[in-house]
């Protein structure tokens, strides 16, 4: 399965804003695009930081691509490219856009079977 993974933060005091955005025209924009499987959106709510470091909003995307779908394709073209003026200015500068496979990974074990390997 060939996933996209895209990360960013939204501009200070834009987050809500961004959210919205997502929930009402961003999410299904880019499920309608030809390609796209599956595009899914995570906002953190917290996390773990080192004493003195400040919490920032930080926003991750999943996308599934369909057998056969090119990211660059997608991403690069006219449509998408036009679509992405209306959010880019509640994102910080050069948001991360990763893309890559899943690794298959063997099947899920009991916690006896782990525990008697061990």
Same mark, same amino acid.
């Given at each position: 399965?060939?996933?996209?993974?895209?990360?960013? /933060?939204?501009? =200070? +005091?834009?987050?809500?804003?961004?959210?919205? /955005?997502?929930? =009402?025209?961003?999410?299904?924009?880019? &499920?309608?695009?030809? +390609?796209?499987?599956?595009?899914?959106? #995570?906002?953190?709510?917290? #996390?773990?930081?080192?004493? +003195?470091?400040?919490?920032?909003?930080?926003?991750?995307?999943i996308i599934e691509l369909e057998e056969g779908a090119d990211a660059q394709t997608i991403f690069a073209s006219?449509? $998408?490219?036009?679509? &992405?003026? &209306? $959010?880019?200015?509640?994102?910080?500068?050069?948001?991360?856009?990763?893309?890559?496979?899943?690794? =298959? #990974?063997?099947?899920?074990?009991?916690?006896?079977?782990?525990?008697?390997?061990?």
């Open positions: 399965m060939k996933v996209l993974v895209s990360t960013h /933060f939204a501009v =200070e +005091g834009k987050a809500d804003l961004y959210e919205k /955005f997502l929930q =009402e025209h961003k999410t299904p924009f880019v &499920r309608s695009l030809p +390609g796209v499987k599956d595009y899914k959106i #995570c906002r953190a709510a917290d #996390c773990m930081v080192p004493p +003195g470091k400040a919490l920032r909003y930080e926003f991750a995307a006219p449509e $998408y490219q036009a679509f &992405r003026q &209306r $959010y880019i200015d509640m994102l910080e500068p050069y948001p991360g856009l990763y893309w890559g496979y899943e690794i =298959e #990974c063997k099947p899920r074990k009991s916690s006896d079977e782990i525990r008697s390997a061990a």
